[in-house]
């Protein structure tokens, strides 16, 4: 018999996958962690797209396409200051987002800019 979990799942998905944005909404629904939604994804065989953060399945922005480009300052020295082993983990990169009030996709572009990796996908989708 199929869990509440996994229905939300399957009946969130947009052809077929699952939005990074949709998988942290149903996480709030079900009131569970985002790496739960993740794990059932995973089991059911479904993948998650979309990065909000920019790092799979959005283009990506490479750091050369900054290079004429100012940076927000603010927003550097908060991922900087949000490090762990000379990453940003996914949950900082959020935090600062909140703190900031910046979309993830600035973090994520910032991040690239300043190359800087992102690391421990809340989801499970990446180490």
């Given at each position: 018999m199929e869990t509440r979990l996994e229905?939300?799942?399957?009946?969130?998905?947009?052809?077929?996958?699952?939005?990074?944005?949709?998988a942290f909404e149903v996480a709030?629904?079900?009131k569970v962690a985002p790496k739960a939604v993740g794990d059932v994804?995973?089991?059911?065989?479904?993948?998650?797209i979309n990065c909000q953060l920019g790092c799979f399945k959005l283009e990506k922005a490479k750091p050369v396409e900054f290079e004429s480009e100012a940076i927000n300052e603010t927003v550097a020295g908060e991922i900087k200051s949000s490090l762990l082993e000379g990453r940003l983990p996914c949950?900082?990169?959020?935090?600062?987002?909140?703190?900031?009030?910046?979309?993830?996709?600035?973090?994520?572009?910032?991040?690239?800019?300043?190359k800087?990796?992102?690391?421990?996908?809340?989801?499970?989708?990446?180490p």
């Open positions: 229905s939300k799942i399957r009946a969130s998905l947009v052809d077929g996958y699952l939005p990074c944005s949709v709030r629904e079900q994804a995973n089991r059911l065989g479904k993948r998650i949950a900082g990169a959020f935090k600062v987002g909140r703190k900031l009030g910046v979309s993830l996709k600035e973090i994520g572009d910032t991040a690239t800019w300043l800087i990796k992102i690391s421990a996908c809340q989801l499970g989708c990446f």
